[in-house]
């Protein structure tokens, strides 16, 4: 919905239009945009000021023929109105915009041409309220600065947040992802559900088995570019019990397992989303980390849904693999900003890259 504030003060007595902005305000609070200023200067450096402690995400799409390459922030939040601004030099335009109800996006849309290197893109946290990333491709171009709001203000604490500081940056590409040696790792992929067993089945008729199996053929890509093997415990639609995929994964030496499901509550609770990832207490700390790196890869691709933490499970895959193994639970298929975002195929590529950043990072540290 947008709100056309001279439309309702032409046409209705002043406490009407009182009331109705009031009841805008009190809505704010849960949804409000967290990007408070932003900047890209004349040197190239995007810098941004946000609410304290969210997870801004930044993305990379190549540019065509026929337009330039495109970086994008996504941010927890919708802002109150759309708009875009004019750039300068390899900057062309810059955007603000709400890809749905709970996310603020910052475009920056460059001319075609312009050469940006994915890999070398990173979206840098400064401090709990300060973002910054280069772009080499901007400097020297003879643009000018651009921006809007207060990027030297201070940040009002909110006393409800934890003062916790991202740490997770998800690769904007396959380049981007963690590297390991080839050829000594071996991972097992287990997309949940299959065939006649849907899983979770959620709005829209989004099923989580569809769901599962797009992000893990994916995930198996990535991992295999870089030097990774993997078994699948499914590659289709078929239905594979429990005990086949534990027994496969325990008899081929796999450094590790991860499981992945989406989650689903009641269609009658759209208002349930959440990230989660569960591990076997009994499994010993390798699981948990395994755990730990899954859930902050996902977190950081998932501004506004709720960290639901990492958590111990007794699901029959990661109770009996004897490799250190994990199960994610990438979000609610009945969950209104959660199922949206599943049945997007550019956040299905976007949580694959989430999860298999995690696997690498989990292998550096050793499996
Ligand atoms: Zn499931």
Not at 225 to 242: F, H, I, K, N, W
Request: overall charge positive.
């Amino acid at each position: 919905m947008r709100w056309v504030v001279g439309f309702w003060a032409s046409r209705l007595p002043w406490t009407s239009v009182l009331a109705a902005l009031t009841v805008v305000v009190a809505a704010l609070p849960a949804w409000a945009s967290s990007l408070s200023a932003w900047r890209i200067t004349s040197a190239g450096q995007l810098e941004l000021r946000t609410s304290l402690d969210v997870r801004p995400q930044a993305f990379f799409e190549a540019g065509t023929a026929l337009r330039g390459p495109r970086v994008w922030v996504d941010l927890p939040g919708a802002p109150s109105r759309t708009r875009s601004l004019p750039g300068s030099g390899a900057l062309r335009e810059v955007r603000i915009g709400r890809p749905d109800g709970f996310t603020t996006r910052l475009v920056l849309e460059f001319a075609p041409g312009t050469q940006l290197d994915p890999a070398g893109l990173k979206l840098v946290g400064t401090a709990r309220d300060r973002w910054r990333m280069d772009l080499p491709g901007l400097a020297n171009q003879g643009g000018t600065g651009i921006g809007e709001g207060d990027l030297d203000a201070v940040t009002r604490d909110l006393p409800d947040r934890q003062a916790s500081f991202p740490t997770a940056t998800t690769p904007l590409s396959a380049d981007g992802l963690p590297v390991v040696p080839r050829g000594r790792f071996k991972v097992v992929i287990d997309p949940g559900h299959g065939g006649p067993d849907p899983g979770a089945v959620g709005i829209g008729g989004l099923r989580e088995t569809d769901v599962v199996l797009d992000v893990c053929l994916q995930m198996a890509r990535l991992l295999q570019a870089r030097g990774v093997q993997v078994l699948m415990t499914r590659t289709s639609e078929v239905d594979v019990d429990l005990p086949p995929r534990v027994s496969l994964a325990n008899s081929s030496g796999a450094d590790l397992f991860v499981s992945v499901h989406a989650n689903a509550l009641s269609m009658a609770r759209p208002d349930v989303n959440g990230i989660e990832t569960f591990y076997f207490e009994g499994a010993g700390f390798k699981s948990r980390r395994l755990a730990a790196a899954l859930q902050e890869q996902m977190l950081a691709i998932s501004p506004g849904s709720p960290d639901r933490g990492v958590r111990t499970g007794r699901f029959f895959v990661i109770r009996r693999t004897v490799m250190p193994s994990a199960l994610v639970e990438m979000g609610f298929v009945t969950g209104e900003l959660d199922s949206r975002r599943l049945a997007d195929a550019n956040f299905r590529r976007r949580m694959a890259l989430a999860l298999s950043a995690g696997i690498l990072n989990a292998l550096q540290e050793g499996p």
